[in-house]
């Protein structure tokens, strides 16, 4: 296991990244995230033997947005089972932008996969829950264990100024509607995903789920077993084929790392044989990725060899 990467050096390779943070923007087009501050960059790791090293602006804390889109991947996955899972939602990555319903007009009208807003709103429909209370909670506790730490929620702001302004995400769902891959009240199912996508954490806590995704989905301090581990694998695959939206392409040839983006801009990423590594600076590129994050991966993955390929 690649293990010397020491505090100092992790430090340099954040202020070398630094000057990347204005050359992207941060997401608007939720209202709250806005309010982000493109300096806040910070970036975590966690090894599989427990060890952690950290830098940067570690104590800020944003919300999860898709990556949580892997988490409820997960959950749904352990209420449902595969078949019923991915009859409703495929497994093949897209060109498309995130948000795109252009899919969903060919027939059969099934969201190609669980990391676009269509594949991810129906996954969180298919989470048991007779609420969205329900449903968020199960998350929440879900989320508690993959981090051992329950004081996790999610910001309240950040959901409605997204629910406020969902009406592409309502779109979808109302699509999905149509065609019986979603069941139940659209705004009930948007309700939740927002609250799911609003979950806050910092990079440590995020690391960490990186680390029990390449520990096969077993908790490092206690071994106690979180997430099945053909689910597990199944999660990463998908963080390699569609983790980065339009752009896992180009990032699985420069980095060649599993990982999930969000648009608040903060990278997941695990990696067998290593850990988690998680990275947080919330200015995006084009497709929505964070360009620190991109440029900081790059950069580890180069320095250590990290690809999988
Ligand atoms: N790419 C993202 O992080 C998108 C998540 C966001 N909550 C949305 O649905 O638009």
Not at 138 to 159: C, K, M, P, Q, W
Not at 195 to 201: L, M, R, S, T
Not at 238 to 248: E, I, K, N, P
Request: proline share 4%; net charge negative.
């Amino acid at each position: 296991m690649i293990k010397d990467i020491s505090e100092q050096v992790l430090n340099e390779w954040l202020e070398n990244v630094r000057p990347y943070a204005y050359d992207g923007q941060v997401a608007d087009y939720i209202p709250a995230l806005g309010r982000q501050n493109p300096e806040d960059l910070a970036v975590a790791l966690h090894y599989l033997d427990g060890d952690t090293v950290e830098a940067g602006r570690t104590e800020v804390r944003f919300t999860l947005q898709s990556i949580s889109k892997v988490i409820s991947l997960a959950l749904a996955l352990m209420d449902n089972g595969e078949e019923y899972v991915f009859d409703r939602v495929g497994m093949e990555p897209t060109g498309d932008p995130f948000h795109s319903i252009y899919r969903l007009e060919q027939i059969p009208s099934k969201p190609l996969n669980p990391m676009i807003n269509a594949g991810a709103l129906a996954v969180t429909n298919m989470i048991h829950g007779a609420t969205p209370d329900e449903k968020v909670g199960r998350l929440l506790s879900f989320v508690h264990d993959l981090t051992d730490d329950h004081s996790i929620g999610y910001n309240e702001e950040v959901a409605s100024s997204e629910f406020e302004t969902a009406f592409l995400n309502r779109s979808l769902l109302f699509y999905m509607k149509q065609h019986q891959i979603v069941t139940g009240s659209v705004e009930e199912t948007l309700d939740a995903y927002t609250k799911q996508c609003a979950i806050e954490v910092n990079v440590c806590q995020l690391a960490r789920i990186g680390a029990l995704l390449a520990n096969e989905g077993r908790d490092i301090a206690s071994g106690r077993r979180i997430i099945p581990k053909h689910l597990a694998r199944i999660c990463k695959t998908f963080m390699v084929t569609c983790g980065m939206y339009d752009a896992s392409g180009s990032f699985a040839i420069k980095v060649g790392i599993p990982a999930k983006s969000g648009v608040s801009g903060s990278v997941l990423a695990s990696l067998n044989d290593f850990g988690g590594i998680a990275v947080y600076g919330p200015s995006l590129d084009e497709k929505g990725n964070s360009v620190v994050g991109l440029k900081l991966l790059e950069t580890l993955s180069n320095r250590y060899d990290l690809s999988i390929f």
